[in-house]
Nanobody, 121 residues
Framework: QVQLVESGGGLVQAGGSLRLSCVAS????????MGWYHQAPGKARELVAS???????NYADSVKGRFTISRDNAKNTVYLQMNSLKPEDTAVYYC???????????????WGQGTQVTVSS
């Protein structure tokens, strides 16, 4: 099993900042892509940002210039720095990772439990 645990969510005023963290643990051989998704009430889960093992990044248009994704491969950790937050950023944020696990030797694609981000106007 590969587990992902997010932290860093909370309540912030519009214009403020939050930093989300997600740590992967378990029988991990390697992690390829890591990413952050969000899901607002009544809406589908959407990609916010992703990063490859080599550091290439991809962002949703709605967060470009405001959010920054980064990762620490040695710590199996991905971060999401969120600046200039808007009320429409309010959602549950989920971490995702895919890669190879050792026991059993196979691919994995895992999700975290989610962390709530609420931006007040």
């Amino acid at each position: 099993q590969v587990q992902l645990v997010e932290s860093g969510g909370g309540l912030v005023q519009a214009g403020g900042s939050l930093r989300l963290s997600c740590v992967a643990s378990g029988s991990i051989f390697s992690i390829n892509g890591m990413g952050w998704y969000h899901q607002a009430p009544g809406k589908a889960r959407e990609l916010v940002a992703s990063i490859t093992s080599g550091g290439s990044t991809n962002y949703a248009d709605s967060v470009k210039g405001r959010f920054t994704i980064s990762r620490d491969n040695a710590k199996n950790t991905v971060y999401l720095q969120m600046n200039s937050l808007k009320p429409e950023d309010t959602a549950v944020y989920y971490c995702n990772a895919d890669g190879i696990r050792k026991v059993p030797w196979s691919r994995f694609n895992s999700w975290g439990q989610g962390t709530q981000v609420t931006v007040s106007s």
